[in-house]
């Protein structure tokens, strides 16, 4: 694996109109990195899904807001985004098998409440995992495709010297 080139991270109040500044920071730095506008797309979504579902979970019933923090790691071939609340846990793996296997040919219609979110990020990325430990880190991965940029879009080059 290459080594990390940049690191950033961002706090938000737990609260729903704070996930568009995740979506926009989000979106500066994968057009940064160069990935075409359908895996910025992507990315956003899958990190708009994770945000969303600790601003409605983690905290629920609790007097006072929480925080949810998230990190952009950037390196030279992937994006890995994080995704951490310290609110209530859940057991990941459990809910996955409640809620039943994903088929491509599903209607989206008809995936239980709770299951489009892990749905989508699952799809989207490359690689999703979760952690529960006092709240839950989301950690999502997506590889720069270099084949894929357009010839008209210019890529940087993190290499470190």
């Known amino acids: 694996?290459?080594?990390l080139v940049d690191?950033?991270?961002i706090k938000i109040p737990a609260k729903p109109e704070y996930v568009g500044i995740?979506?926009?920071t989000l979106s500066g730095?994968?057009?940064r990195m160069g990935f075409a506008y359908d895996e910025i797309e992507d990315l956003k979504i899958a990190t708009s899904e994770a945000c969303t579902n600790a601003v409605q979970h983690a905290y629920k019933g609790e007097t006072t807001t929480g925080e949810v923090n998230i990190g952009?790691?950037?390196y030279e071939e992937r994006l890995e985004v994080m995704v951490a609340d310290s609110g209530k846990s859940f057991?990941?793996?459990q809910k996955k098998k409640e809620w039943g296997p994903y088929t491509p040919s599903q209607?989206?219609?008809t995936l239980h409440e709770g299951g489009l979110g892990l749905y989508l990020m699952e799809t989207l990325m490359d690689e999703v995992r979760v952690h529960m430990d006092s709240g839950?880190?989301?950690f999502m991965t997506k590889y720069l495709d270099r084949e894929r940029v357009g010839h008209d879009t210019t890529v940087v080059n993190y290499e470190t010297n």
């Open 1 to 3: 694996m290459k080594q």
């Open 7 to 9: 690191y950033v991270e």
């Open 22 to 24: 995740v979506r926009l």
């Open 29 to 31: 730095i994968a057009s």
């Open 72 to 74: 952009f790691g950037l």
């Open 91 to 93: 057991n990941f793996e």
């Open 107 to 109: 209607a989206v219609e």
């Open 136 to 138: 839950v880190t989301v």
